[in-house]
């Protein structure tokens, strides 16, 4: 009985200090989520709807607002739930997202869209990170951030990145809003360019899901063209959402080479293991069939997390930042934009042209040993429609188009 009592009076502080650090947190993290439920709804609304509007982006702005009118005025107590609400609910938010993502729709994709993934995940970090410092003088975590927006999945990629980089509130909030005003553009632009353009609706999707900001996004560019095209285009773009693992732990290896100590030693890689979990909970949804309630449920609480996280960052986000960091950031946003459509239209046609030659040759070479088979049996009551020719002409490796 007396160790049970010495065991209750140990466990008694900490209870008090975890109960002390929910109360302290409650207010901000009550905000943050208040200001998610009001961009989870408002998005939900007809207009709003139709402008493809999401709660991330609402979010932000009443963060945003809030933070700029009332400014210092905000009273202290917001402060350690409005942190937590920018690191752990983030994270949630991110994990959870891993259950619109199966591995059965990556393999769909293919060798085309894994590649054309590859080339526009890689080559718009890397461009958008070198013209952003050395042409555009922006600070690095200004360049990668947009660079990530653009190139991976919108807000949820600047979002990730921003907990590896730690970056202050205002660059993240002008890469959010590069997202959405490029992102927008696109809505009322791809479909116009679908007209114009010698695809067809699937080869369409592959271009839309690879070059387009947010998800949200993809799919009303490419519900806007034909249900195959959005078909086609969510798979490639859930695919590029993959990539942003990969990437987190590059950036995190990045930030540790370039960071020092104060002795002068290299601080270790911070891993972000809520990458790893995003993984699972990918591979989860991959092999368990979850209930379409409970998978309705648990993609509300992702979007209210994500929206929370939002609203928090925007609370911290100055309009005096924003003005200090100038239209460079923009600017970036705009090349970006421009060569994602020319790369993206170009390994398009790039990978349709070799997929057609291949389909083409496949067909010539079946039909000519076709009429080799038939050629070994001449049927002599007819007259052969067509001479064969050398077998020296066809030295085709047949292997190597399987």
Not at 11 to 38: E, S, V
Not at 70 to 84: D, H, K, M, N, S
Not at 225 to 252: C, E, G, H, N, Y
Not at 288 to 305: E, F, R
Request: charged share 15%; hydrophobic share 55%; proline share 4%.
């Amino acid at each position: 009985m007396g160790q049970v009592k010495a065991a209750e009076t140990d466990l008694a502080p900490r209870r008090g200090n975890f109960f002390d650090a929910l109360k302290r947190q409650l207010p901000g993290l009550a905000l943050a989520l208040g200001l998610g439920l009001g961009g989870l709804w408002l998005s939900g609304s007809p207009w709003l709807a139709s402008w493809h509007v999401s709660a991330l982006t609402l979010a932000i702005i009443f963060g945003m607002v809030l933070g700029n009118v009332f400014g210092e005025r905000l009273p202290a107590v917001l402060i350690p739930g409005v942190i937590t609400a920018q690191q752990k609910l983030l994270r949630l938010g991110v994990i959870l997202y891993g259950l619109r993502i199966s591995f059965q729709q990556v393999a769909a994709v293919g060798m085309q869209g894994l590649l054309i993934d590859l080339v526009i995940v890689g080559g718009t970090l890397t461009l958008g990170t070198v013209i952003g410092r050395r042409l555009l003088g922006l600070d690095r975590h200004t360049a990668i951030l947009v660079s990530g927006g653009s190139a991976i999945c919108g807000a949820a990629a600047v979002l990730a990145m921003e907990r590896v980089l730690r970056a202050d509130p205002g660059k993240v909030a002008i890469a959010v809003a590069t997202v959405v005003l490029f992102g927008t553009i696109d809505i009322f632009v791809y479909p116009w360019m679908y007209g114009h353009l010698s695809l067809d609706a699937s080869q369409f999707g592959l271009f839309t899901g690879a070059t387009v900001h947010e998800v949200a996004q993809v799919v009303a560019a490419g519900v806007a063209v034909s249900p195959q095209t959005a078909d086609t285009a969510v798979i490639v773009k859930l695919t590029r959402v993959m990539m942003l693992v990969p990437v987190l732990f590059i950036l995190s290896w990045s930030e540790a080479r370039s960071a020092t100590s104060v002795e002068g030693a290299r601080p270790k890689m911070s891993v972000p293991w809520f990458a790893l979990v995003f993984v699972g909970v990918a591979a989860f949804n991959s092999l368990v069939d979850i209930a379409p309630a409970l998978k309705d449920v648990l993609l509300t609480i992702d979007t209210l997390a994500l929206a929370a996280a939002m609203a928090a960052l925007g609370l911290e986000t100055r309009v005096a930042k924003l003005r200090a960091l100038g239209p460079r950031p923009l600017v970036l946003a705009l090349l970006l934009w421009v060569w994602l459509i020319g790369m993206g239209l170009g390994m398009t046609h790039l990978l349709t042209l070799s997929a057609a030659k291949r389909t083409v040759t496949i067909v010539t070479n079946t039909e000519v040993m076709s009429k080799r088979a038939n050629t070994s049996r001449p049927d002599h009551s007819a007259r052969p429609a067509y001479r064969l020719l050398p077998a020296s002409r066809f030295r085709t490796p047949y292997f190597l188009l399987l």
